[in-house]
C-alpha cells in the first residue's frame, strides 16, 4: 500500500515536499512516479523515478521546479517541490510502474499501484 503525504496550502513561489512511503511492501525493484489532478482536468503525470534511482523524468511544466529522489533505506519517494505556482493546485497521486526492474528513463506507462492522494493547494 502506497502513502502520500505532505499536500498542504502555501503561497505562490514557496515550497513543498511531498513522501510516497510504501507500507506492507517495498517498491525497492519499481519506478515510481507521481501524478495529479486538477478539478475539471484529467489526471497527469508530473515525475518519476527509475527504480535504482539513476534516472529522472518530469513534465515540461515542473522540469526545473521539482524534483524526485528515493530513500530506499526509508521505501521512500520524495517530489520537492520549489517556486510553486497556482496552477500546480491539485490532488498529487504517487504510483508504481507495473512492471519491475524496468530499464532506461523511467515513463510510468503503465501504472501497477496507486496511493491514496494528497492535496496541494497553491494560492496566488
Known amino acids: 500500500q502506497l502513502q502520500a503525504s505532505g499536500g498542504g496550502l502555501v503561497q505562490a513561489g514557496g515550497s513543498l515536499r511531498l513522501s510516497c512511503a510504501a507500507s506492507?511492501?517495498?517498491?525497492?525493484?519499481?519506478?515510481v512516479g507521481w501524478f495529479r489532478q486538477a478539478p475539471g482536468k484529467e489526471r497527469e503525470f508530473v515525475a518519476a523515478?527509475?527504480?535504482?534511482?539513476?534516472?529522472?523524468n518530469y513534465a515540461d511544466s515542473v522540469k526545473g521546479r521539482f524534483a524526485i529522489s528515493r530513500d530506499s533505506a526509508e521505501n521512500t519517494v520524495y517530489l520537492l517541490m520549489n517556486s510553486l505556482k497556482p496552477e500546480d493546485t491539485a490532488v498529487y497521486y504517487c504510483a508504481t510502474e507495473r512492471i519491475p526492474r524496468v530499464p532506461g528513463i523511467p515513463t510510468m506507462t503503465y501504472v501497477g499501484s496507486w496511493g491514496q492522494g494528497t492535496q496541494v493547494t497553491v494560492s496566488s
Open positions: 523515478i527509475s527504480w535504482k534511482g539513476d534516472s529522472t
Open positions: 506492507g511492501r517495498t517498491f525497492g525493484t519499481y519506478a
